[in-house]
């Protein structure tokens, strides 16, 4: 089915109903369920997250829009509830982090294949490496902790490996601020990615600082304050990509053609019936968001939709294995870092990173302990010799 | 619903994905030099330190009443370790209480389930229920007795509640089925008689030779607990497997 962002009419905003009951349905299978359907599960309450933040912060700068704002905010609270609450309760926090950074490398990798803007691609790259890693570090610890293979979660579609190092990820600030796209000159899947990224980021950002503390092992809690760091950096980095000019109801449009173009690409790969057809429902309801802020947007800045939005998505994210790019990326730019808004050989990373980076460290690195000589093997560690031989 | 032992496309091993892990096998291969060491701290460094400095989860709250001062049980209990006894007494006092709510959690899904709860002896269930009531009342009064507080949480109660988070989370999840949820409650079970067991030889040995009487009527209750549910257990597996 093609969308119209300019002309469909979705579900009008007074349609859009909920009960309790409606909010809570059956949660999936966390051993049945295809990986990547948990994946879109997990992106998706992302997205819904970034809506509300993004409306409250909207809301506490522009008094004019405080009701539009309510109006439009209580659907996504709904919205991201439903989604949220499909995660079922056997799925442990750290088997949920698992997911999210399947999330963090799948989703930023097709982002990364699709951006036509050279330089947003190179972050998003940048980025990807870094969550890469992350996998391989929760992994290690899922196993080591819990005697758990977390390719039970991951399902064969993505390599639990070394990436960026975490202990090297950590950076001055300065060097995780980047260059923003310009909203004039930008192609509009620049700034849907920007979006999906972003918001991607922030809430496993929020995820691990939420879950952190649930840990009763030192190292699970030192790992998990060392990667929500990096999560921060992270939202730090994709946020300062997106034009800062934008008004806000430019922003506002461009944050509900992101959810539109968010749930259509869930709706287009979603093979279980009960959760495709959540996603059409909710691709309906964002349509609805759209038309209803498109009108927002024309009193607040006078100007037509049409300037900011394309009448056509662009190719939807492709929820797929993206081993192959994911390799040839880390071969080719493991060894990057920033320097400011640029990227450079880590031969010549600014001593203000190096020094940061040091201080932090000084007590010894969570993340290079807890997968100090781990590697996945089928079944996990404790398997590993008889795993890999009857692989082989 | 299906029976919980059903097939179906069960996608967590990996001989569901062979080629996709193959592939992994290759990458993860390909990278072993990777695995070398990075760093000379081990799991056990990082831990050590927490070990080494960490505070007590929390203390035996201290007897909030002096009433019970004067009574023979506390004057045998002077100058010897009554925090123990009250702490034990708290945890088996909280752990009747969750028992309590296992039960009536079972029972209602019980209830509802009633295709798979066919060889649940639902009366028994009942009685254990109302047992483990009794029981919550006779550790309650055993405490006052002492002065001590039994509205307040003991380190040991602390320890089984966190022991406990998952019996409850299997019996409460609609998705787990009856024979699922009698598992949880004959984990519980297993560790309420040896809970009782425990108590009444620490009752006895500080010289609470009534309470460890009142409380071995609880013990030979508990036990009738564990027998059926262990049978119950076994029968229902059999029965799953046909035999």
């Known amino acids: 089915?093609?969308?119209?962002?300019?002309?469909?009419k979705g579900t009008p905003l007074d349609r859009q109903h909920f009960t309790w009951k409606d909010l809570v349905h059956p949660p999936i299978s966390k051993m049945n369920v295809d990986a990547f359907t948990r994946v879109r599960i997990i992106l998706m309450n992302g997205i819904e997250s970034e809506a509300l933040r993004f409306q409250h912060s909207c809301a506490r700068m522009n008094k004019g829009l405080q009701v539009p704002l309510a109006q439009v905010r209580r659907k996504e609270q709904h919205q991201q509830t439903l989604v949220n609450w499909l995660l079922p309760a056997d799925q442990s926090p750290l088997e949920t982090t698992i997911g999210y950074e399947q999330v963090a490398i799948e989703v930023t990798a097709s982002l990364a294949q699709n951006e036509p803007d050279p330089y947003v691609a190179q972050v998003l790259r940048f980025g990807l490496l870094e969550d890469f890693d992350h996998l391989y570090r929760y992994s290690a610890l899922l196993d080591r902790l819990q005697g758990i293979d977390a390719n039970t979660i991951t399902q064969g579609y993505t390599d639990i490996v070394p990436g960026r190092p975490t202990v090297d990820e950590h950076r001055a600030p300065e060097d995780d601020l980047r260059e923003h796209y310009n909203k004039q000159t930008a192609q509009p899947l620049t700034k849907l990615n920007a979006l999906t990224i972003m918001a991607g980021e922030h809430q496993t950002h929020d995820y691990y600082m939420h879950y952190g503390p649930w840990f009763a092992d030192p190292v699970a809690r030192q790992l998990y304050a060392e990667i929500a760091s990096i999560e921060?950096?992270?939202?730090?980095?994709?946020?300062?990509?997106?034009d800062p000019t934008e008004s806000w109801a430019e922003k506002w449009l461009l944050h509900e053609a992101t959810e539109v173009y968010n749930y259509y690409s869930c709706m287009t790969h979603e093979e279980h019936p009960r959760i495709k057809a959540i996603w059409e429902r909710f691709l309906d309801y964002e349509l609805g968001h759209l038309q209803f802020v498109m009108e927002v947007f024309k009193q607040a800045d006078r100007r037509d939709p049409a300037e900011v939005l394309p009448a056509s998505l662009p190719e939807p994210i492709a929820y797929k294995s993206h081993r192959e790019f994911v390799r040839q990326v880390l071969n080719d730019e493991v060894n990057l870092r920033a320097d400011g808004t640029r990227f450079v050989d880590k031969s010549r990373e600014p001593?203000?990173?190096?020094?940061?980076?040091?201080?932090?460290?000084a007590d010894g690195s969570p993340s290079n302990t807890v997968a100090a000589g781990w590697q996945w093997a089928p079944g996990g560690e404790l398997a590993a010799r008889r795993g890999i031989k009857e692989a082989a | 619903m299906k029976p919980p032992s059903s097939m179906g496309m069960n996608r967590t091993g990996v001989d569901m994905s062979p080629d996709l892990v193959e592939e992994m096998i290759r990458g993860t291969q390909a990278v072993a030099m990777a695995r070398e060491a990075t760093t000379t701290k081990t799991l056990s460094d990082y831990r050590s330190a927490y070990l080494q400095d960490a505070e007590p989860i929390g203390t035996v709250p201290m007897p909030g009443t002096l009433k019970g001062a004067a009574k023979a049980g506390v004057q045998k209990l002077m100058g010897r370790h009554a925090e123990v006894l009250i702490d034990k007494l708290g945890a088996r006092l909280a752990f009747e209480r969750t028992g309590i709510r296992l039960y009536d959690a079972l029972l209602a899904k019980c209830m509802i389930r009633t295709d798979e709860a066919g060889d649940v002896p639902l009366d028994d269930l009942r009685q254990f229920r109302d047992a483990e009531?009794?029981?919550?009342?006779?550790?309650?009064?055993?405490?006052?007795e002492l002065g001590a507080d039994p509205t307040a949480v003991t380190p040991m109660a602390d320890t089984n509640a966190v022991a406990s988070i998952g019996l409850m989370q299997i019996i409460s999840d609609p998705r787990m089925s009856v024979s699922q949820s009698i598992h949880a409650i004959h984990v519980a079970e297993l560790a309420d008689h040896?809970?009782?067991?425990?108590?009444?030889?620490?009752?006895?040995?500080?010289?609470?030779?009534?309470?460890?009487?009142?409380?071995?009527?609880?013990?030979?209750?508990?036990?009738?607990?564990?027998?059926?549910?262990?049978?119950?257990t076994e029968r229902i597996c059999l029965t799953e497997a046909g035999v």
């Open chain 1, 1 to 8: 089915m093609a969308v119209n962002l300019l002309k469909d």
């Open chain 1, 232 to 242: 921060e950096q992270h939202v730090t980095q994709y946020e300062s990509i997106i």
């Open chain 2, 194 to 232: 040896d809970g009782w067991e425990l108590l009444i030889k620490l009752a006895g040995q500080l010289g609470q030779d009534d309470m460890a009487d009142r409380f071995k009527s609880a013990l030979t209750e508990e036990e009738r607990h564990l027998t059926t549910i262990r049978r119950l």
């Open chain 2, 133 to 144: 009531a009794r029981h919550m009342a006779l550790v309650w009064d055993a405490m006052r």
């Open chain 1, 351 to 361: 001593e203000r990173s190096l020094t940061y980076r040091q201080q932090l460290n």
